[in-house]
Nanobody, 115 residues
């Protein structure tokens, strides 16, 4: 059974930083494409970043240059380092992983940028 558990969210002032973590069980991140989405109140879910099994990373336009996705294979954990945070980064952040054509999601972690 695949389980993803996010952590690290919280309240942050503009310009601040947070690091989100996504720990997996039942699946090995290093063999899969994984990443992050976010969903702000009243908006559709937005793609944030992806890391492939070959460590190639891609980012959405709104987060490129400020966010960094990485993976620790020993801990089977994916991270999202978020710098220069803005109030518009406020959202619930979800990690995901693909396996056999199915995308598995975590429960999400709230990031709130104060204004």
């Amino acid at each position: 059974q695949v389980q993803l558990v996010e952590s690290g969210g919280g309240l942050v002032q503009p310009g601040g930083s947070l690091r989100l973590s996504c720990a997996a069980s039942g699946i090995m991140f290093q063999l899969r494409t994984t990443g992050w989405y976010r969903q702000a109140p009243g908006k559709q879910r937005e793609w944030v970043a992806t890391i492939s099994s070959g460590d190639s990373t891609t980012y959405g336009d709104s987060t490129k240059g400020r966010f960094t996705i990485s993976r620790d294979n020993a801990k089977n954990t994916v991270y999202l380092q978020m710098n220069s945070l803005k109030p518009e980064d406020t959202a619930v952040y979800y990690c995901y992983v693909f396996r056999d054509g199915t995308r598995y999601w975590g429960q999400g972690t709230q990031v709130t940028g104060s204004s």
